[in-house]
């Protein structure tokens, strides 16, 4: 049975319930390669046609993510943070560039983590360079459960209610939204390479003294 097919997701379902689906979820935001955007449209497909609650299912994945992402967010703190303090310097990134770094998810990353779960990249980054970048866990779970509940309320409901047809609007909106957040990433790596003096000094401003162990 091929993984992801639709035959293998309900034999998911059926054999575990609907913790399968929330734990793939999970552990794709975590930051492992597995297709959570499609597990979840196969299980509203397979709720549709099978009379189970649609709302379990996206219960279930709003949960997963936000379990998942949090775990993500809890590694970058602690463990990835630790590594770039003491290693960064090999790659260029000195303590200013790490607080840039901090200043930035201060000033925007709320935005970077709620929008992130809408693009398949993001999905699985957004939650641990929030967490490298010691962006206030309150602030990042706010934004975190509120990108996550959107997102698997409007991919698991639309699916459920519209088919596989929405697969026809997701896809072309997922393409659009990954070249989209290329090139604003692309747009701003390059205002910050050419305001980096001022934006340091405004780091040093908002995050006086040396950096936090």
């Known amino acids: 049975m091929e993984w992801g097919s639709s035959g293998h997701i309900a034999h998911l379902i059926a054999s575990y319930g609907f913790l399968a689906i929330g734990v793939i979820i999970a552990l794709e935001s975590v930051g492992f390669p597995l297709p959570g955007e499609s597990v979840l449209v196969l299980a509203a497909l397979y709720a549709a046609h099978h009379g189970n609650s649609i709302a379990a299912v996206v219960v279930s994945a709003a949960v997963g993510a936000t379990l998942g992402d949090n775990v993500g967010y809890w590694i970058g703190r602690e463990f990835g943070y630790r590594l770039l303090r003491r290693y960064g310097s090999r790659i260029g990134l000195s303590p200013n560039k790490i607080k840039l770094g901090q200043f930035l998810f201060l000033r925007h990353g709320s935005t970077v983590v709620f929008f992130g779960r809408f693009v398949a990249v993001l999905r699985a980054l ?46 072309p909106v997922g393409i659009a939204l990954g070249v989209v957040a290329l090139a604003v990433i692309v747009a701003a790596l390059l205002f910050v390479r050419a305001h980096e003096a001022e934006l340091e000094a405004a780091a040093e401003r908002a995050l006086p003294g040396p950096l936090r162990p």
Do not use: P
Request: net charge positive; hydrophobic share 60%.
């Open 126 to 171: 957004a939650a641990v360079l929030a967490g490298i970048n010691r962006m206030d866990w309150r602030r990042f779970l706010v934004a975190n459960a509120a990108g996550a509940i959107l997102w698997a309320s409007a991919v698991g409901f639309g699916t459920y209610f519209f088919g596989r047809a929405v697969m026809h609007v997701t896809r």
